[in-house]
């Protein structure tokens, strides 16, 4: 299973950005997938997942802000972030769960939030 992440880059503090990040491979389903970042100095965390049901999940620091959504046909999650701010700034990472518990990640796409 390989990801393939983009969309990231230089945006001023409340702009928008919409990252991409697309999956393939040989499988048929998939349990979630979802963004993580990690900011310079800081420990990679959760930005926001979703189930291939379309349950969701967010970080109490993007809630109303980012929202995250997927194409299961084309086995892509998309995560549109608004209202960005300096704190947003990061790589930000994709990654799918399988049914059988197996985790990938993709190559990281970074934004930059700043004026």
């Known amino acids: 299973v390989q990801l393939q992440a983009s969309g990231g880059g230089l945006v001023q503090p409340g702009g928008s950005l919409r990252l991409s990040c697309a999956a393939s491979g040989r499988f048929i389903r998939f349990r979630a997938m979802g963004w993580y970042r990690q900011a310079p100095g800081k420990e990679r965390e959760l930005v926001a997942t979703i189930t291939s049901g379309g349950d969701t999940n967010f970080a109490d620091s993007v809630k109303g802000r980012f929202t995250i959504s997927r194409d299961n046909a084309e086995r892509t999650v998309y995560l549109q972030m608004n209202t960005l701010k300096s704190e947003d700034t990061a790589v930000y990472y994709c990654?799918?769960?399988?049914?059988?518990?197996?985790?990938?990640w993709g190559q990281g796409t970074l934004v930059t939030v700043s004026s």
């Open positions: 990654n799918i769960r399988m049914p059988n518990g197996g985790l990938y």
